[in-house]
């Protein structure tokens, strides 16, 4: 008889379909993890139900590979249940890991979201003012959808993970590596980030001063001659590089795009909008503490610059259900 293949699982819960994506990017490695695992439950692909998943032993999936942030009851009941099914668990793409873009949300509450979408667009016409309901009944009989929560929070806020798989999306490469490991048994300690152990700026190509020196911020556009060799920080660009933890081979910026920080925070970060506002009072070569407020002021959208994909583990915002 046989061996029995090791059971992998994949979710997706508030989030773009990018991390989805990434998984059908790795080509025909698909088909070589599908030869050499049973793929239980992927909601974009096949059509396993919840039910089905309920009804498996406890610990039956060896890996599940959870992306998106955590927005309503559904994603929270989901991600109860793998965590019971699943040897290990792993917040895969920054959304899990973050929050991602989505956590730009919290930056305002459900019921402005609410307002907002449902009432006052201007392509919206609602005099009764109805807004969704979590439950209605019909002459059918009772229609349900899950509650919105007030935010947008990480896979870690609502159950334990035993790994962190950054990026938006994660890279072939880190994808196969973790993959690969589950596969094998060689696992690095619970609690890892499956991703490089430094800051990007390491990773990045580009010249980096001893000292920087920066006098203003500018956004790419407003820079005519800007220096393909140096680094963007240096020339008034904000990247977010020194504060992102390296993995992505420095995509963006080898495109002339500065870093976003889709990567997450960097080792030893806690807050990584924090961390990032304190190396631009760094690196600024300007005494006057008026004048440097100033400078900080006019870049447009500081906060949702500085938290692109971390907002849902800001230490400001709201991080519970
Ligand atoms: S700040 Fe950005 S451009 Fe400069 S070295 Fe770091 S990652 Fe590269
Ligand atoms: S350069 Fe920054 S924003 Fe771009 S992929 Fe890498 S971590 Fe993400």
């Not at 699982?9 to 490695?29: K, M």
């Not at 924090?274 to 190396?279: D, G, N």
């Amino acid at each position: 008889m046989s061996e029995e293949k090791p059971k992998i699982a994949f979710y997706w819960a508030a989030s773009c379909g990018g991390c989805e994506i990434a998984i059908l990017d790795l080509d025909a490695a698909v088909l070589d993890i599908a030869a050499k695992a049973d793929i239980v439950f992927w909601p974009v692909a096949i059509d396993t139900k919840y039910k089905d998943i309920e009804a498996m032993p406890d610990g039956a999936i060896a890996v599940t590979f959870f992306n998106g942030g955590i927005r309503n009851s559904e994603a929270v009941h989901v991600a109860k249940v793998l965590r019971k099914k699943s040897k290990f668990l792993v917040a895969f793409g920054t959304c899990a890991n973050s929050g991602g873009v989505p956590a730009l949300a919290n930056f305002h509450s459900k019921d402005s979201i609410f307002e907002r979408v449902y009432q006052t667009t201007p392509s919206t016409t609602n005099p009764e003012g109805i807004s969704p309901q979590t439950s209605y009944r019909t002459s059918e009989g009772e229609i349900t959808i899950p509650k919105m929560f007030n935010g947008v929070y990480p896979l870690d806020a609502v159950v334990p993970v035993d790994y962190y798989l950054p990026g938006c999306p994660p890279t072939k490469k880190w994808i196969l590596a973790g993959v690969t490991a589950f596969l094998t048994g060689e696992l690095p300690p619970k609690g890892s980030v499956l991703a490089e152990n430094f800051a990007l700026c390491k990773e990045c190509p580009r010249e980096k001063p001893e000292k920087h020196s920066v006098k203003e911020f500018k956004r790419i556009w407003e820079i005519m001659d800007i220096d393909f060799d140096k680094c963007l920080l240096e020339q008034g660009i904000i990247c977010l590089g020194p504060a992102t933890r390296a993995g992505c081979e420095a995509r963006c910026i080898k495109t002339n795009y500065p870093c976003r920080g889709c990567w997450g925070p960097a080792p030893n970060i806690i807050d990584m909008g924090a961390k990032m506002i304190s190396v631009l009072g760094s690196i600024l070569d300007e005494k006057d503490e008026a004048k440097m407020e100033q400078i900080i002021d006019e870049i447009p959208d500081l906060a949702g610059t500085m938290y692109e994909f971390t907002a849902g583990k800001s230490v400001f915002l709201r991080r519970k259900a």
